[in-house]
């Protein structure tokens, strides 16, 4: 009951600001647009059996949860609402394994374009429905990875007496020394240079192609550079993202309202904006998605 009564005092003491609401609005608007397109491959079997079609399914699922577990984080954050150490500890492993899935399955992904524009003939068995499974499975070992990592440092430093406490959930609650969080970042920025690379040389391959081609593959390798460089984009934000807590540690220094709104405008932008580019990239972008959402709008059945 006590536990209860905290909780509500919390909702009642703290009232939503427009912040809040702005990201809530987001969150729902961005996890909407994809599970429509969820629903979309899930219904169109065609989608099942290429390789581009299914990575680009694991990179919505794991956008959606890190949405929805990262704004449910927010919210309890907001509010101050506190948990069991045991619990965090569950939560906090979904976060920091969908945090590199995403990047990870883009890499995988441009490396998918890579092999259909520079090495067409290979294309069919290298990127075939079983290899694509087995390349899944290999995202999440090699996404796990960093998880491991950052766990074991606070299995390693944390007393038992930590374990039975109740905290306010947040990947820096696992941080319980200034050399973890070095560790930690050391880790992402190795990941994300090996990423960087491989996108870099992806798109330095398919420029050589793109420049020696003709007529409709001309047009292909195009678009192939135009994903290769949307998906950089979006790393580089998923790459700011690791660089905001030294952003915001030095902004706590100087002024802490200063740090809030930093705070916000970091997460708008390096959490949730690198998220919802997926659908742009290879869902809205791609025509065989755009005709089948096409399919399903109401005004297109009422005109047939």
């Known amino acids: 009951m006590a536990g209860n009564n905290s909780v509500n005092d919390g909702f009642l003491q ?38 581009r079609y299914i990575l680009f399914f694991v990179t919505l699922l794991s956008d959606s949860v890190l949405l929805l577990v990262s704004d449910g984080l927010l919210i309890l954050t907001y509010f101050e609402i506190t948990m069991q150490v045991w619990l965090c500890i569950t939560i906090s ?12 399955t883009l890499t995988a992904m441009t490396l998918e374009r890579y092999v259909a524009i520079c090495m067409p003939l290979r294309h069919g068995q290298l990127c075939s429905t ?19 990592i950052i766990l074991s440092m606070f299995f390693a430093s944390a007393s ?6 109740s905290m306010i959930c947040s990947v820096e609650a696992f941080t319980l ?15 994300f240079l090996i990423m960087g690379i491989t996108i ?22 195009h678009k192939g550079l135009k994903t290769v460089i949307l998906h950089a984009f979006q790393l580089l934000l998923c790459l700011i993202q690791l660089w905001c807590p030294f952003i915001e540690t030095a902004v706590l220094q ?7 709104n930093v705070r916000y405008f970091n997460y708008i932008m390096f959490n949730i904006a690198p998220r919802c580019l997926s659908p742009l990239i290879y869902g809205l972008r791609d025509e065989n998605f755009f005709l089948v959402l096409k399919n399903l709008m109401p005004t297109s059945s009422c005109l047939k």
């Not at 492993?93 to 990870?104: A, G, M, N």
């Open 160 to 165: 038992l007496n930590f374990y039975k406490q």
């Open 93 to 104: 492993v979904v976060v920091f394994l969908y945090f590199i899935v995403t990047p990870v």
């Open 200 to 221: 870099a040389f992806s798109y330095v391959q398919i420029m050589k192609v793109a420049k020696a081609a003709s007529g409709e593959k001309k047009k292909l390798t």
């Open 130 to 148: 079983c290899s694509t499974m087995y390349c899944i499975l290999i995202i999440h070992g090699v996404s796990s990875a960093p998880c491991i």
């Open 14 to 51: 703290r009232p939503v600001n427009d912040r809040v609401i702005i990201v809530q609005i987001l969150v729902i608007i961005f996890l909407c647009i994809n599970m429509l397109l969820i629903v979309i491959f899930v219904k169109k079997e065609s989608f099942h059996t290429s390789a």
């Open 177 to 191: 020394y200034r050399w973890q969080d070095h560790v930690r970042s050391a880790v992402y920025q190795f990941y």
């Open 254 to 260: 100087i002024d802490f309202r200063l740090f809030i």
